[in-house]
Each structure stands twice: as structure tokens, then as C-alpha cells.
Nanobody
Framework: QGKVVESGGGLVQPGGSLRLSCLASGLTFGNYALAWYRQAPGKERELVASIRDTVGSTKYRDSVKGRFTISRDDSKNTAYLQMNSLKPEDTAAYYC?????????????WGQGTQVTVSS
């Protein structure tokens, strides 16, 4: 059974940086597309950034372009979200998602989330 676990969240001042990690186990990591979502209190979960499997192409929501970078290290079964120039509106629980489609099934895994708080 696949599993993903996030880490790296915390409290940071506006303008600061954090790097989130997503460690996967029990799945063939290189076959999965990875994504980071976030959810602030009272708001819906939103897609922050995604990275494809072997192609490695990336996408970002407009509000984080130029500040956040998603990457993956398949040798370590880990995905990352480097977050720079953080703003108070980036405050949310951040979730890692791993997804893979085979000919017959969809495999989708969520982590438990890691809290990011941007405040002075």
C-alpha cells in the first residue's frame, strides 16, 4: 500500500523561505505525478504546483509563480516544494498528492498535511 508523508512546515516571517518534503513509500515513485495542494481555514483545497512523472514538466498556480519551485528526486522517492518570499496569504495546511493511472486503475495517495504559517 502506497503512502506519502509531508514534512518541513513551520512558522516563518513574511519574506522568509521554507522547503517542504514529501517522502513516498510502497509505490513505484517514478511512475507517479506529484502535486502540492494547500487548504486554509474556511477555504477549499487548491492546487499549488504539480510535476509530471518521467517528463518532469511543472505547473503552478498564478499566485505562487516565481516564488515556489516544485521538484522531485526519484532516487530518494521524494518531492519538494521550495517556497520563497512567503506571504501571509500562503498560510495553510500543505498536502502532498501522488497519482498514477494504469490501463485498469487509478492510484491516488494523500499525505496528512504539514502546516505553514507566515506571520510576523
Amino acid at each position: 500500500q502506497g503512502k506519502v508523508v509531508e514534512s518541513g512546515g513551520g512558522l516563518v516571517q513574511p519574506g522568509g523561505s521554507l522547503r517542504l518534503s514529501c517522502l513516498a513509500s510502497g509505490l513505484t515513485f517514478g511512475n507517479y505525478a506529484l502535486a502540492w495542494y494547500r487548504q486554509a481555514p474556511g477555504k477549499e483545497r487548491e492546487l499549488v504546483a504539480s510535476i509530471r512523472d518521467t517528463v518532469g514538466s511543472t505547473k503552478y498556480r498564478d499566485s505562487v509563480k516565481g516564488r515556489f519551485t516544485i521538484s522531485r528526486d526519484d532516487s530518494k522517492n521524494t518531492a519538494y516544494l521550495q517556497m520563497n518570499s512567503l506571504k501571509p496569504e500562503d498560510t495553510a495546511a500543505y498536502y502532498c498528492n501522488a497519482e498514477h493511472y494504469s490501463q485498469s486503475a487509478r492510484y491516488n495517495y494523500w499525505g496528512q498535511g504539514t502546516q505553514v504559517t507566515v506571520s510576523s
